[in-house]
Nanobody, 116 residues
Framework: QVRLVESGGGLVQAGGSLRLSCTAY????????MGWFRQPPGSGRVFVAA????????YYEDSVKDRFTISRDNAKNTVYLQMNSLKPEDTAVYYC?????????WGQGTQVTVSS
């Protein structure tokens, strides 16, 4: 029914950039908050960024606030995460999500690896 498809992960050197994308299928989520969590190796899943439906109110974890930019295209049911000035500490599996009244739907995750 609901499927979130992520892409854009990969291996980059410190200081490089990646853009993650996540497209939702099966339902229209243009009115729902979407965002990203990440799970570093050996750690729990933590919040990265979120954006509300108007595409103007964005929220970031402090460590990425000046380097990452979240955006969305409601016509495409897609959320993006532009990641610049990547650091080795950004290495993680990145998961997109969409928040409904009761449920939270998650993507399958995409690996981001930043070498030093």
């Amino acid at each position: 029914q609901v499927r979130l498809v992520e892409s854009g992960g990969g291996l980059v050197q410190a200081g490089g950039s990646l853009r993650l994308s996540c497209t939702a299928y099966g339902r229209n989520f243009s009115s729902n908050t979407m965002g990203w969590f990440r799970q570093p190796p050996g750690s729990g899943r933590v919040f990265v960024a979120a954006i509300r439906r108007r595409n103007v109110n964005a929220y970031y974890e402090d460590s990425v606030k000046d380097r990452f930019t979240i955006s969305r295209d409601n016509a495409k049911n897609t959320v993006y995460l532009q990641m610049n000035s990547l650091k080795p500490e950004d290495t993680a599996v990145y998961y997109c999500y969409v928040r409904e009244e009761i449920n939270v739907h998650w993507g399958q995750g995409t690996q981001v690896t930043v070498s030093s």
